[in-house]
């Protein structure tokens, strides 16, 4: 059973940095697209980003793509999410989330590509 575990959230400051971890296991992250998305209070889901295996192609919602990054490390079998330039609208539960082998990578953005997903962490930025 692949089991996504998400850390690093917590208080920021607006215009603070801060960088969300996911460590998978029970599978490596080489095997599978992993994305993230969040929720804020009362809303659905959004996609944040996500990454493929192998050429590690990356997809970014376009609300975030000039402040945030992610990226794969295999050896510790994390995908990190960046966030740069805080804003107040960021604030959210930001969960990580690992397709299966198969998925459509025109379709990243989409909550349904995914099949385990983390508990969330929630990632509050003050004005």
């Known amino acids: 059973q692949v089991q996504m575990v998400e850390s690093g959230g917590g208080l920021a400051q607006a215009g603070a940095s801060l960088t969300l971890s996911c460590t998978a296991s029970?599978?490596?992250?080489?095997?599978?697209?992993t994305g993230w998305f969040r929720q804020a209070p009362g809303k659905d889901y959004e996609f944040v980003a996500a990454?493929?295996?192998?050429?590690?192609?990356?997809y970014y919602a376009d609300s975030v793509k000039d402040r945030v990054t992610i990226s794969v490390d295999n050896a510790k079998n994390t995908v990190y999410l960046r966030m740069n330039t805080l804003l107040p609208e960021d604030t959210a539960v930001y969960y990580c989330?690992?397709?299966?082998?198969?998925?459509?990578?025109?379709?990243?953005?989409?909550?349904?590509?995914?099949?385990?997903w983390g508990q969330g962490t929630q990632v509050t930025v003050s004005s």
């Open positions: 029970g599978s490596t992250v080489s095997s599978f697209a």
């Open positions: 990454v493929t295996p192998g050429p590690g192609y990356t």
């Open positions: 989330a690992a397709t299966g082998p198969s998925y459509l990578r025109g379709a990243l953005n989409t909550v349904n590509q995914y099949r385990y």
